[in-house]
C-alpha cells in the first residue's frame, strides 16, 4: 500500500542552523509533492509546491528538493528562528487524481 | 476575505448521535476537501469534491457522507456516531483553473470532535 514516512521523532536545532527535514514514499509515483506548516491547534498553512520533473524549489528562506528515483523530499530551512517552530507536514499526489496522502509530519523545534 | 470557516469549532457527542460538520469557504474554489487528524497522525482524507454536485470518496470515507450543492458549502454529515469517530475534522479548499495545476490547499481552523 502507498506509504509516507516522516520522522516522527522531534526535531531540536540552534537558531541560526539549517534544519533539514525529510519526506519518504513507498508504492507511489506522485505528479506532486508540497509541505505545510501546522502551528497547533490551526490548520496546515501550505508552504511549497514542487512538480516532478523539478528537482528544487526556493522560497525566501525555504527550500524543497524532490528526487523520484530516491523517492525523497528534503525540506530545508535556513537561517533557522524560533518562529519557525512547527511540526512539517509533506503530502502528495498523482496525476490522475485529486486524493491527497499526507504523512505524519515532523515537529521542529529551534531553540534560541 | 474569511477564507474557510468551520462550525462548531469543539463538539462533543453521545454514541449513535448524528451531527453535520459545516464548512463554507468565500474564494470562488471549485475544488473542496474533508479530512480528519488524529493525535501524531497525518490528514487522512475522508470526502472531496470537484465542483457543485460532484464528491468521491476518499481514503477512510465510511461512517460519513457529503453534499454540494454550492460552490461555497461542504458539510459533512456523520451518522450514528462512534468514540472511533473522535478527532480533530478540517475542511480545505482549492482552485483549479487552467490545465497546469497548482494545488494550493487552503485549511480551515478544523473542528474538534469527541464521541463518548
Known amino acids: 500500500s502507498q506509504k509516507i514516512e516522516q520522522n516522527s521523532e522531534a526535531l531540536n536545532i540552534q537558531e541560526g542552523k539549517t534544519a533539514t527535514l525529510t519526506c519518504n514514499y513507498t508504492?507511489?509515483?506522485?505528479?506532486?509533492l508540497q509541505w505545510y506548516r501546522q502551528d497547533p491547534g490551526r490548520g496546515p498553512v501550505f508552504l511549497l509546491l514542487i512538480r516532478e520533473n523539478e528537482k528544487e524549489k526556493r522560497k525566501e528562506r525555504l527550500k524543497v528538493t524532490f528526487d523520484t528515483t530516491l523517492k525523497q523530499s528534503l525540506f530545508h530551512i535556513t537561517a533557522s528562528q524560533p518562529a519557525d517552530s512547527a511540526t512539517y507536514l509533506c503530502?502528495?499526489?498523482?496525476?490522475?487524481?485529486?486524493?491527497?496522502?499526507f504523512g505524519t509530519g515532523t515537529r521542529l523545534k529551534v531553540l534560541a | 476575505n474569511a477564507g474557510v470557516t468551520q462550525t462548531p469549532k469543539f463538539r462533543i457527542l453521545k454514541i449513535g448521535q448524528s451531527m453535520t460538520l459545516q464548512c463554507t469557504q468565500d474564494?470562488?474554489?471549485?475544488?473542496m476537501y474533508w479530512y480528519r487528524q488524529d493525535p501524531g497522525m497525518g490528514l487522512k482524507l475522508i470526502y472531496y469534491s470537484v465542483g457543485a454536485g460532484i464528491t468521491d470518496k476518499g481514503e477512510v470515507p465510511n461512517g460519513y457522507n457529503v453534499s454540494r450543492s454550492t460552490t461555497e458549502d461542504f458539510p459533512l454529515r456523520l451518522e450514528l456516531a462512534a468514540p472511533s469517530q473522535t478527532s480533530v475534522y478540517f475542511c480545505?479548499?482549492?482552485?483549479?483553473?487552467?490545465?497546469?495545476?497548482?494545488?494550493?490547499?487552503?485549511f480551515g481552523p478544523g473542528t474538534r470532535l469527541t464521541v463518548l
Open positions: 508504492n507511489y509515483s506522485p505528479a506532486y
Open positions: 503530502a502528495l499526489v498523482g496525476s490522475g487524481t485529486y486524493k491527497y496522502i
Open positions: 480545505a479548499s482549492s482552485s483549479q483553473t487552467t490545465s497546469v495545476r497548482t494545488d494550493t490547499q487552503y
Open positions: 474564494m470562488n474554489h471549485n475544488y
